[in-house]
C-alpha cells in the first residue's frame, strides 16, 4: 500500500466478510453458467442385450465367393431401464441369397427383433463383417425405424467361430456359432 493513494488499513477478514464474498462467487458463478458450454453427456441406455446367434450357409462359405443361401437366428437376455417389462427377445433370419465368400465384408439391411412383451423394434443398419479362419466378427450401427425405441442408435455385435478352422481352404463354413450383444440408446 502506498501512503500517498491510500491511509486506510484493509478491512479484516472476518467469517462474515468470507461468507459475503463466497456468496458473490457463488451468485456470479450461477449467473454466468447459461452462456457457459454444457458438458458432453452420454446417451440414455434404452436397452442392452447379450445373447447368442447361429448362421448357416448353403453350400459354405469358401475363398471364392458364391451364391449361398444364408439363415439362421438368435436369442437375446436384456435389461431395460427406459421398459422393465422387456426382458429377452430373439429374431430370426430367414433363407436369403447372397454372393459370399469367406473374406466377408459387410453390407446393409433391415433387422427386425422379437420382444418378450408382445412388441418388437426394426432397425435398420450397415455392418462390417471381419473374418479370420475359424472366426468372425461383425458390427452392425444402424437406428431403429420402427416399433419399441423407434429413434433410437443401435448397435449389434456378434462374434461367430467354426469348428471348421480350415474349411474356407476346403470344403467351405457351413455354420458360425457366436455370442452377441444389442445396445439401444
Do not use: K
Amino acid at each position: 500500500m502506498h501512503p500517498s493513494t491510500d491511509s486506510h488499513p484493509p478491512a479484516p477478514r472476518t467469517p462474515r466478510r468470507r461468507r459475503a464474498v463466497s456468496l458473490l462467487t457463488t451468485l456470479a458463478a450461477i449467473c454466468a453458467s447459461p452462456f457457459l458450454a454444457a458438458p458432453a453427456q452420454a446417451a440414455p441406455l434404452d436397452l442392452t442385450c447379450t445373447g447368442s446367434q447361429t448362421l448357416n450357409y448353403s453350400p459354405g462359405l469358401t475363398l471364392t465367393p458364391q451364391n449361398v443361401t444364408v439363415s439362421g437366428g438368435g436369442t437375446f437376455t436384456c435389461i431395460s431401464l427406459a421398459d422393465p417389462t422387456l426382458t429377452a427377445g430373439g429374431f430370426t433370419v430367414p433363407p436369403n441369397n447372397a454372393t459370399l465368400g469367406c473374406g466377408l465384408t459387410g453390407g446393409s439391411g433391415t433387422f427386425t427383433y422379437q420382444w418378450n412383451n408382445g412388441t418388437t423394434s426394426t432397425i435398420t443398419a450397415t455392418s462390417v463383417a471381419t473374418v479370420n479362419l475359424g472366426a468372425i466378427q461383425i458390427i452392425s450401427t444402424g437406428t431403429v425405424v420402427a416399433g419399441q425405441f423407434t429413434g433410437d442408435n443401435a448397435v449389434f455385435t456378434w462374434t461367430g467361430t467354426s469348428s471348421e478352422l480350415t474349411a474356407c481352404l476346403t470344403s467351405g463354413v457351413s455354420q458360425y456359432n457366436g455370442t452377441t450383444t444389442l445396445t439401444f440408446t
